[in-house]
């Protein structure tokens, strides 16, 4: 210890004194991880968002998305429903098959479905009628509280109801206000939007599926992918214009069109086209870039006598990978064809459409006395690249989603246990990780904490708009 | 409905896929030319078509206004 | 574009089939090959090109196995009797069929797959706050006791996992 002591020494620090000390006191990388991102005690630690109100006046998936990732990192978000309805997303579920009660107060036989999953978790669940001139008031003073708002209505619907930017810019300067609909200003301006329209419209699902000399069709993908991926990209023009609203003091009007945003992930289509003449077709489960690089059928299933015909019948999909010529040739050896690695020796060469065709034929053959366990193993053993076309069921055992926390059980407040994927599929945060709370709350179950609690007005009128049914 | 009599399948094909235009490209004896179709307001209006070999499996879009008169990969339709 | 195959096979009655089998455009677009009749399983042969049929259906010999079946067949004539997708022999087989309880009502459980209770079903008794507020969070004991009495029960047997 120095006499000085305001003199500051390494040696009487903690911790290592040397480099060789400190190599040998650092964790190995894998129990770092598990340390500092901790799956399963993000309620302990820290929210990014933390001090951000936001409303969300958004229905089905798309928008309500933009505003539950922000959710998701500790905003505040009040979604604004429909009295007694709810967002429509509430009435769709998967088959018609699951359901959880109740939805609303006064409707205890109807239910809320697994469509709205994931949408819309953590928020607190308004009702109201804005579009009434009597529940202007309460609306305008939820603008000037809150640091923003994602709408969805059709363009310029906010804008007859004196809600659009344009009007609560003057109430709150530092408002930052989404549109996010279909296709945005524009010859095609009223035209709505879904999923589906942005696959289609943007080009998407015409590269997706079986090329057409195969018997495929174009295909949209089951899952509502660009719902989602849209509203993600929205969330990121949120943080950019907080980011930028720290900076200046002003708020943005964020205006998004879901079928332009799907043009995004089209990679080479627009200026191969604008070079060529190009366009671009479906290549189906292989790759347009690189071969091998695709998914294969395998002749046996891994489970041949389950009931659920997932896995009974569609358990054999593998994915290979194999592009590079050392890889390349090692793939050809296993399946002892060592004519077709000199054949197409060149990447040049096998990336082709022909040849492709022919060496993907040639590992459905190698492949269709096996299981697909069989398949990857083999091909795992040799140093390639293969894993399972997993299914649901799959996911959910596996060890490695297991270890990160990706898919887990939870114990929701108001519905018990529930199985949940998308908050902790979305990335880890060793300082300020995503959570969440709770899936969805009932229609106008925070009525009072909004109405009354932060806004003021008293238990009475709370209870008159409720019976007019103007909230 | 189309009558089949007498034809062969790449001649019916011919019929379903009535072109829009005409022109002096070779494209048209071609077996992979796939043409616009008549009554077509999509794609532009500047294209006979598209051909499926040269770029395959992506497609070409062979320009009205830019007449191949000569083909390195041309096959005879059947 | 939707073709159909409208079977006139005479039957053992001496009637004919009269089965209109759907040709659906996914599987049929460009397609050659043999087809059973869902009704009388007489099989043909067609040959069709971009949704259009250039050849058939042509009758073909008894005992001809056909190589698919169609997606879905009725017979117009005598009401709605149908062939639903799905039926094996008859129309294509389908396997990820829905369950068994699909029947448009919704399937109510009270524990998860794991055995640990679930609220969400109905009908579920009215809040007790006010403007549809929902006041409390899901106490078993007092909401719904018959599920905690199982509950305990499950956990007993040992059927209450973590996973
Ligand atoms: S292969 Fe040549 S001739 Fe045939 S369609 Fe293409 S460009 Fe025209
Ligand atoms: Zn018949």
Redesign the pocket.
Same mark, same amino acid.
């Given at each position: 210890m120095t006499k000085d002591l305001r003199e500051c020494r390494l040696e009487d620090l903690p911790g290592p004194k040397s480099k060789q000390e400190l190599d040998e006191m650092r964790m190995p990388y894998e129990d770092y991880c598990k340390a500092v991102f901790a799956p399963g005690h993000e309620m302990s630690k820290p929210e990014a968002l933390k001090g951000i109100r936001w409303l969300s006046t958004t229905m089905y998936i798309f928008t309500p998305h933009s505003v539950a990732n922000l959710a998701e990192l500790g905003a505040e978000v009040i979604k604004v429903e429909m009295p007694r309805m709810g967002d429509p997303m509430k009435h769709t579920s998967p088959f018609n098959e699951a359901y959880l009660y109740p939805l609303h107060d006064t409707r205890p036989m109807t239910g809320t479905g697994y469509g709205f999953t994931s949408a819309n978790v953590n928020e607190y669940y308004l009702s109201m009628d804005y579009h009434l001139p009597e529940m202007k008031e309460a609306f305008y003073r939820l603008i000037k509280m809150s640091d923003g708002l994602t709408e969805c209505y059709r363009p310029g619907t906010f804008d007859r109801w004196k809600q659009s930017y344009r009007f609560v810019q003057e109430l709150n300067p530092r408002f930052i206000y989404v549109w996010g609909g279909g296709f945005g200003y524009g010859p095609k301006c009223f035209g709505g939007s879904y999923d589906i329209l942005g696959q289609a419209h943007a080009g998407l699902a015409s590269v997706t599926g079986m090329h057409e000399f195969m018997g495929g069709h174009c295909t949209k993908h089951s899952n509502w992918c660009i719902d989602w991926y849209s509203g993600t990209q929205i969330t990121f023009g949120i943080l950019a214009a907080l980011h930028w609203r720290a900076k200046t003091g002003l708020g943005t009007m964020i205006e998004f069109s879901q079928v332009q945003a799907a043009t995004r992930v089209l990679g080479h289509a627009a200026p191969m086209y604008g070079r060529f003449g190009i366009v671009r077709q479906r290549w189906g489960n292989w790759d347009t870039q690189l071969c091998v690089h695709g998914i294969i059928l395998c002749g046996k299933s891994d489970f041949p006598d389950a009931i659920n015909p997932q896995d009974k019948f569609e358990a054999r999909y593998a994915m290979v990978s194999a592009f590079q010529d050392k890889d390349f040739k090692a793939l050809c050896d296993v399946i002892k064809k060592p004519d077709m690695y000199s054949k197409y020796m060149k990447h040049k060469d096998r990336v082709e459409g022909e040849a492709q065709v022919d060496i993907y034929a040639e590992l459905e053959d190698w492949a269709k006395d096996k299981s697909r366990a069989e398949v990857v193993r083999i091909l795992q053993s040799e140093g390639l690249l293969c894993e399972p076309v997993m299914n649901d069921r799959e996911v959910y055992e596996s060890e490695h989603y297991r270890t990160r926390g990706t898919v887990r059980w939870m114990e929701d407040p108001l519905f018990g246990d529930v199985l949940v994927q998308g908050t902790y599929s979305a990335g880890l945060m060793s300082q300020t990780p995503r959570r969440q709370y709770w899936i969805w709350r009932p229609v106008g179950a925070d009525n009072v904490k909004i109405y009354h609690e932060m806004l003021g007005y008293p238990i009475s009128t709370v209870k008159e708009w409720y019976d007019k049914a103007w909230i | 409905m189309i009558e089949a009599k007498g034809l062969t399948p790449r001649q019916f094909l011919d019929k379903v896929l009535e072109p829009e235009k005409e022109s002096d490209?070779? #494209?048209w004896q #071609?077996? &992979?030319?796939k043409p616009v179709i008549k009554g077509s307001s999509f794609p532009p209006a500047d294209i006979i078509g598209w #051909?499926?070999?040269?770029h395959w499996p992506y497609y070409?879009c =062979?320009a009205d206004f830019n007449v =191949?008169k000569k #083909?390195? =990969? &041309?096959?005879q339709k059947g | 574009m939707c073709d159909i195959i409208w079977c006139k096979k005479t039957q053992a009655d001496g009637k004919p089939c009269e089965t209109v089998n759907y040709l659906d455009p996914y599987c049929f677009w460009n397609w050659k090959g043999n087809i059973n009749c869902a009704h009388c399983g007489t099989v043909y042969a067609i040959h069709m090109i971009q949704g259009h049929m250039y050849k058939g259906p042509d009758e073909q010999p008894a005992g001809t196995k056909p190589d698919t079946s169609p997606l879905y067949a009725d017979k117009p004539l005598e009401g709605y009797i149908n062939y639903p997708s799905g039926m094996e022999g008859r129309t294509r087989p389908f396997h990820c069929l829905p369950r068994h309880i699909y029947l448009g009502v919704p399937d109510m459980v009270k524990f998860s797959i794991r055995g640990k209770p679930l609220r969400g079903w109905r009908p579920q008794p009215k809040s007790a706050g006010i403007a549809g507020q929902f006041p409390y969070n899901w106490e078993m004991e007092k909401l719904s006791p018959e599920v905690a009495a199982e509950y305990k029960e499950k956990i007993a047997k040992g059927e209450v996992k973590e996973w």
């Open positions: - | 490209h070779i #494209c #071609c077996e &992979f030319l #051909c499926m070999k040269i070409w =062979v =191949v #083909c390195y =990969v &041309f096959k | -």
